[in-house]
């Protein structure tokens, strides 16, 4: 995609055409930052402001919204462990979101393993599952709705929603799922790092959103500040692919040309 030109080149493979719909896994994570973002756009959030000035939970009080989505609150990511015990919730069909964040944030059965907020990149993992709690505590409403209200309608997106497959299906791409998303259990507990479904069209509008002061269309998604803010570096020199990047929130960040 192109900020001027728009989508300048797509390409599909076998039963992966235009129309299908994918579970698209971590790439989620920018849509779910957004989220927050948006919301502090309209004056219901403080990102930086810690999570217990809104929830009223214990015993995480430096933690801030700004430091889930950017893999930096100091809570247990994916490594060493995706399925880490005391996190176990956030891959439930059965839960809800608020719970489940509440669950998170307070269980004394990470002590040993949470490190101070800011202090070490740790990707992924249940702070996201805290995030998408504190949207819903923050704004009165259900993540799909938030989802519709700040994604869907401006965007005019034709398949975008979230569901929570990975303890359903073993942690793999489920075959049964088929680009049909009505397969999927219903649940109050979506994954917010990695449980998003959508055609790549509909994706291509949401990263055009991003190079267009997040526009889509004459409709403001996001706002400037709030796109200088996730793709800002939070967190720099973490290695991947023989190289050093940084992490904003949703984004990774390559400051190499």
């Known amino acids: 995609v192109d900020a001027d030109d728009g989508v300048v080149h797509e390409d599909y493979w076998g039963e992966f055409s235009a129309e299908r719909v994918s579970l698209i896994a ?27 000035d809104v929830t009223g939970w214990e015993g995480n009080p430096e933690i801030t919204s700004a430091q889930l989505v950017s893999s930096a609150s100091g809570l247990v990511g994916n490594d060493p462990d995706p399925a880490y015990p ?12 608020e719970e489940c964040g509440a669950t998170i944030f307070q269980t004394p059965g990470d002590d040993a393993d949470v490190i101070a907020p800011d202090s070490g990149f740790r990707y992924g993992g249940g702070q996201w599952q805290v995030a998408g709690a504190v949207a819903e505590i923050v704004s009165g409403k259900s993540w799909a709705e938030l989802i519709d209200e700040i994604y869907v309608e401006p965007c005019e997106l034709e398949t975008l929603g979230f569901t929570n497959h990975w303890a359903e299906y073993g942690g793999d791409y489920p075959a049964e799922f088929n680009s049909d998303p009505s397969v999927l259990t219903d649940t109050k507990n979506p994954h917010i790092g990695s449980g998003a479904y959508a055609t790549t ?48 929130m949703g984004w990774w960040i390559d400051s190499e040309p």
């Open 86 to 97: 005391p996190y176990l919730c956030q891959f439930s069909t059965d839960s809800e979101l």
């Open 201 to 248: 069209g509909d994706y291509a509008k949401l990263l055009l959103m991003h190079l267009r002061g997040g526009m889509c269309g004459d409709a403001a998604v996001l706002s400037q500040e709030a796109l200088n803010t996730m793709h800002t570096a939070r967190i720099t020199g973490i290695p991947l692919d023989g190289k050093n990047v940084g992490y904003g």
């Open 26 to 52: 971590s790439s989620s994570k920018m849509i779910s930052a957004g989220v927050l973002l948006a919301l502090q756009d309209n004056e219901l959030i403080d990102i930086d402001a810690p999570v217990a």
